[in-house]
T-cell receptor
Framework: NAGVTQTPKFQVLKTGQSMTLQCAQD?????MYWYRQDPGMGLRLIYYSASEGTTDKGEVPNGYNVSRLNKREFSLRLESAAPSQTSVYFC????????????FGPGTRLTVT | KNEVEQSPQNLTAQEGEFITINCSYSVGISALHWLQQHPGGGIVSLFMLSSGKKKHGRLIATINIQEKHSSLHITASHPRDSAVYICAVSRGAQKLVFGQGTRLTINP
């Protein structure tokens, strides 16, 4: 099993450009999450999907959209990138709800200039 | 004030020392998680606990629900234990709340 995979690993964007971060898991998990990690801030939840077909906002959703394409895949889209979105992005998944262990992807380091 | 506070923020120790990292939280929780983030950036779940104590190898995690406090202990520390250790609490509604992490450096 690959666990949770993310693409790309690194990306540099210019302000105003758009891009989609891809995440997939092969553990048959119901719930998937997108976090961002900034120095001194800890991990913050952007969006989550409790199950296939549902998505909900987390703590810092502004500037992002998500799609739960199927049970395996959960993508994060930046429509018009801003320098404030420079961060490391992690996708995670778990069986169901927040009282279960989460499995994290390797992260995407995004720089917006 | 953050809902989840970790201490210390940074910890440097010599190989073989007993390490303790603390986590305090201010809200009711359903579970507490300890995570490890290595210098390469990957995040791994170490423990999830809602009461008592769990042990895995040289790592021990304890939680006191009444005092809203958890500790992560590392016995016989080794340079490969150098990482950022993150405490997070489950509060329901699919959300984890994370502490800011403790950066641990073990010198040989």
């Amino acid at each position: 099993n690959a666990g949770v995979t993310q693409t790309p690993k690194f990306q540099v964007l210019k302000t105003g450009q758009s891009m989609t971060l891809q995440c997939a898991q092969d553990m048959n998990h119901n719930s998937m999450y997108w976090y961002r990690q900034d120095p001194g801030m800890g991990l913050r939840l952007i969006y989550y999907s409790a199950s296939e077909g549902t998505t909900d906002k987390g703590e810092v959703p502004n500037g992002y959209n998500v799609s739960r394409l199927n049970k395996r895949e959960f993508s994060l889209r930046l429509e018009s990138a801003a320098p404030s979105q420079t961060s490391v992005y992690f996708c995670a998944s778990n069986i169901d709800r927040d009282a279960y262990e989460q499995y994290f992807g390797p992260g995407t380091r995004l720089t917006v200039t | 004030k953050n809902e989840v506070e970790q201490s210390p923020q940074n910890l440097t120790a010599q190989e073989g020392e007993f390490i303790t990292i603390n986590c305090s939280y201010s809200v009711g929780i359903s579970a507490l998680h300890w995570l490890q983030q290595h210098p390469g950036g990957g995040i791994v779940s170490l423990f999830m606990l809602s009461s008592g104590k769990k042990k895995h190898g040289r790592l021990i995690a304890t939680i006191n629900i009444q005092e809203k406090h958890s500790s992560l202990h590392i016995t016989a520390s080794h340079p490969r234990d150098s990482a950022v250790y993150i405490c997070a609490v489950s509060r329901g509604a699919q959300k984890l709340v994370f502490g800011q992490g403790t950066r641990l450096t073990i010198n040989p």
